[in-house]
């Protein structure tokens, strides 16, 4: 039977073209029945409060960081979204007298422009709010060496050439409306994937690369930064890879309640849960990754209920 067309963006793949009993399962999951999707390889866990969400999202990024050694380097890969939890980086390293010269950092992903990863002086630009949100405020001499920060750009080798060589204790992320990690949006439905969208083995083998934008992933980023302007928001951008967050001992998405819904995130973790892999929900494909752990500030998750405002 063919799928059905997305409710979204029709020419575009998305949760909209699932089965309607995996739709209706994952509305009807409450918080607890989230908690018991967990499973050998697949850890879901929640925060009372915000302050204790992003203060272990922020320690992620010290437990990775002293491991580092000039024989063993290490590093994480951090997103643009959320970001609460950067500055908090640089205080603890600061603070607890940290030393990053053997530390490495990867950025998630770049809006791209005319074929060209935005430069710093693009009011959106990644690794700008990286810098200004964690790097610059980490004192000098506790600062990684400049060839350790690793930005993704349209010519993307020297980026997949450093995962080769530097240990990637976790990758985190966000997740987005259209249920992405980094950029790994779902993909036009045209071509081969009229009919059907990509397995999840061949999405799986995509490295890091230029992307085309879902729309609803523009119109959230329009949302969220740039004061609801979506003709400011580039159509493309540069994401890391399945193949390089297979790379990564663990992925760990932090969710707050305010880049997705409350069925966006029950729909994730019931997918990663259950082992339901489907590229028109690329988050689902993290199924198949050994170390995946959601973490989500409890009084965020809300309900999936009808309330008029």
Avoid at 67 to 81: E, F, L, R, Y
Avoid at 110 to 122: F, K, N, P
């Amino acid at each position: 039977m063919a799928r059905r067309r997305s409710l979204l963006a029709p020419q575009w793949w998305d949760y909209t073209t699932l089965d309607e009993a995996i739709l209706k399962e994952a509305a009807a999951l409450s918080p607890e029945d989230m908690l018991a999707l967990s499973r050998e390889g697949f850890t879901v866990k929640f925060y009372d409060t915000l302050e204790d969400f992003y203060l272990a999202e922020a320690l992620e990024y010290i437990t990775a960081w002293r491991q580092a050694t000039a024989d063993n380097p290490v590093g994480i890969c951090g997103p643009i979204g959320p970001t609460e939890q950067l500055p908090l980086v640089a205080r603890l390293v600061n603070e607890l007298d940290l030393n990053l010269r053997h530390a490495h950092f990867w950025g998630m992903d770049e809006w791209c422009l005319d074929g060209r990863a935005v430069d710093t002086s693009h009011p959106l630009s990644f690794e700008r709010a990286d810098r200004e949100l964690c790097f610059n405020r980490i004192e000098p001499r506790r600062r990684m060496p400049e060839e350790n920060l690793h930005f993704p750009k349209a010519d993307a080798r020297a980026y997949v050439e450093s995962w080769r060589h530097v240990r990637c204790a976790v990758m985190q992320g966000g997740q987005g409306d259209i249920k992405h990690w980094a950029f790994n949006d779902p993909v036009r439905r045209e071509g081969p994937y009229r009919d059907e969208p990509p397995s999840p083995e061949e999405y799986r083998g995509l490295s890091t690369r230029v992307v085309d934008l879902h729309p609803v992933t523009i119109m959230q980023n329009a949302r969220t930064s740039g004061g609801g302007v979506v003709t400011g928001v580039p159509t493309q951008a540069i994401t890391v890879g399945p193949v390089q967050t297979w790379q990564a001992e663990k992925v760990s998405i932090w969710q707050a309640g305010t880049h997705d819904n409350p069925f966006g995130m029950r729909l994730t973790t019931l997918m990663i849960g259950k082992r339901i892999a489907d590229s028109a929900v690329p988050m689902s494909l993290l199924s198949d990754h050994p170390n995946v752990q959601f973490n989500f500030y409890r009084p965020g998750l809300g309900a999936c209920r009808v309330e008029m405002h």
